[in-house]
């Protein structure tokens, strides 16, 4: 575990490696809706949502809601508490099938 590190700091760190790989990146804002995930990326077609967290820490039962939703409308949501972890979702080597979500 990273100790020290922040949901903040993971969030920064993953998306400027993203973006050094090409993604564009959206911090997902939306006053109507309450506990959407923290990043939208985008690249060559491909949609990655992620939701951050501080390492070893868990989405809220609301949060995991609306997860669901997303997962259950064909858009999965990632769980990326740890900078090397949530890197190889950005990684051209790795597939997104074969993440894991958590």
């Known amino acids: 575990m990273q100790s020290g590190i922040r949901e903040r700091?993971?969030?920064k760190k993953v998306t400027e490696?993203?973006?050094k790989q090409g993604w564009i990146s959206f911090k997902w804002v939306s006053?109507?809706?309450r506990f959407v995930p923290d990043r939208l990326y985008f690249k060559n077609g491909r949609v990655i949502i992620i939701e951050f967290k501080a390492p070893g820490k868990k989405p809220t039962k609301a949060q995991a809601v609306m997860h669901k939703?997303?997962?259950n409308s064909g858009h999965p949501v990632y769980i990326v508490d740890n900078i090397d972890d949530?890197?190889?979702y950005f990684d051209d080597k790795t597939s997104i099938r074969n993440a894991s979500r958590h």
Do not use: M, S
Request: glycine share 6%.
């Open 9 to 11: 700091d993971v969030e």
């Open 17 to 19: 490696y993203a973006k």
């Open 31 to 33: 006053p109507a809706q």
């Open 69 to 71: 939703l997303l997962d």
């Open 86 to 88: 949530g890197k190889t």
